[in-house]
């Protein structure tokens, strides 16, 4: 074949080529987004498998070596250290991912990952009651956000990026990869989804929960032992509890920040607040006589479901954890949430006349999505983790605890793209922060 005819030849598959994709403009598409989720399923996914077998590794060490509770006002005071001098730029931690989504600036600083991930394990391993999401969430954030330069990633794309690194880290850190998909998608804007984000959030949640398991990371299951039949008595029990859910999730969203404001107040140098807090935490430890409210609380999580329960579990672990957290600890919110929620489902078993295990499932997922206004990927981690016979359940919960959380948040960078109610539509467009006055 001679030069010319080699040119020619190039150029007319160069012209199909061209010809093809503008006729399916989203083959471009998907080949691209298909390729990033790959590297973010893989790095987040073997990020959150490395880093739940250090829970689990650093939770039965503590466990077996109590005495190290005693050092949680210590390990503290160097958490708060390290966020000091070090990671100022990072302390806001998810509300920053929420915030890069809404308004992109500095790519986010790759130290958020190794330093969310020592201050959570080292919460963890000394006893504070924090959860694991956050984690997840902050490691998948900032390893996604390197890519943006290599990839010249137009600022729209960047904000899909986030939103896919989040249902990365969820679905991966909690083994239920289209909840995951579906919170990337809606826990920034209240009310409204980016479907513009729907291919990226989701393949890179099922890739990195693949790559977790591939890891051979254990996650825990539930069970619910029983379901009734739906029937207008039985829905009417559940909008109880589902009012009782979302009354729960608006006090620690409220309480939480306000207890924030409180150390920040009374507590003018910042590695002291986590100090402080470690000593009222490790003292009430040693005054109650258990460590069954610190830590991640799974083993009772998994109790509230077919066991009856003290009533007065969840209002302890959400002291606990309302203590950790607002002091400066690391970790997350949402493991301590299905933990109120479970044990406060299992709490009203006791006057609403619905199988226990049932309304602890509704509480796990219910408290969580009032105190994050997700509740579209609570019903969907629901039907992952319970199966589907549970589903009407658990979407009244859900839904009846979005709307009576009102617009509060764990979350104060949340923005409101539609309220809850018509006579808040002065609200859309504000963050949460702007109508409740938090900064945490």
């Known amino acids: 074949m001679s030069i010319n005819n080699k040119k020619s030849f190039g150029q007319k598959i160069n012209l199909s080529t061209k010809v093809f994709f503008r006729k399916y403009p989203s083959i471009s598409y ?3 987004w298909t390729f990033l989720c790959l590297l973010i399923g893989l790095c987040v996914g073997s990020a959150s498998a490395g880093f739940l077998q250090s829970l689990d590794w650093v ?3 503590r466990e077996n070596h109590l005495w190290l509770i005693a050092l949680l006002p210590i390990g503290g005071f160097f958490i708060g250290l390290l966020y000091y001098y070090l990671g100022k730029d990072i302390e806001a931690g998810n509300n920053l991912l929420i915030d890069t989504i809404h308004n992109p600036k500095e790519i986010i600083s ?7 991930y020592i201050g959570t394990i080292a919460t963890h391993f000394f006893g504070g009651s924090a959860g694991r999401e956050g984690t997840a969430l902050q490691m998948a954030g900032a390893i996604a956000d390197q890519f943006v330069k290599p990839f010249r990633l ?3 794309e960047r904000k899909i990026l986030i939103i896919s690194a989040i249902s990365a880290g969820f679905g991966s850190v909690f083994g239920t990869p289209l909840a995951g998909a579906v919170f990337g998608l809606e826990v920034f804007l209240i009310g409204r989804l980016k479907y513009d984000a729907i291919f990226p959030a989701f393949a890179a949640g099922i890739i990195a929960d693949l790559v977790t398991k591939l890891w051979q990371t254990h996650h825990t299951h539930y069970h619910i032992n029983f379901v009734p039949n739906i029937s207008f008595l039985n829905i009417i029990y559940a909008i109880i509890a589902g009012i009782i859910f979302g009354l729960c999730s608006a006090t620690f969203s409220k309480v939480i920040h306000k207890t924030s404001a409180i150390f920040k107040s009374k507590i003018e140098f910042a590695p002291f ?3 402080v807090g470690g000593v009222i935490v490790a003292f009430a430890v040693w005054a109650i006589g ?3 409210y610190i830590g991640l609380g799974i083993p009772t999580i998994v109790h509230s479901f077919d066991q009856q329960l003290p009533a007065y579990d969840f209002a302890l672990k959400m002291a606990f954890t309302i203590i950790t957290l607002s002091a400066g600890f690391k970790g997350g919110e949402i493991t301590p949430l299905f933990f109120i929620g479970a044990t406060l489902g299992n709490t009203i078993s006791l006057f609403i006349p619905l199988p226990t295990g049932l309304l602890a499932g509704m509480g796990f997922v219910a408290v969580f999505a009032g105190a994050t206004n997700t509740p579209l990927a609570c019903i969907i981690m629901a039907i992952e983790l319970f199966g589907v016979e549970c589903g009407v359940y658990v979407a009244i919960a859900c839904v009846i605890s979005y709307l009576l959380s009102g617009h509060t948040s764990i979350y104060g960078k949340q923005m409101i793209g539609e309220p809850k109610n018509r006579r808040f539509s002065n609200h859309q467009g504000k963050r949460l922060t ?6 945490k």
């Open 59 to 61: 939770t039965n060490y």
């Open 273 to 275: 607040r986590p100090l």
């Open 154 to 156: 137009t600022e729209s």
């Open 30 to 32: 998907i080949l691209k």
């Open 434 to 439: 702007e109508l409740n006055g938090n900064h």
């Open 110 to 116: 790759f130290r958020m990952a190794p330093y969310v």
């Open 290 to 292: 258990t460590t069954k």
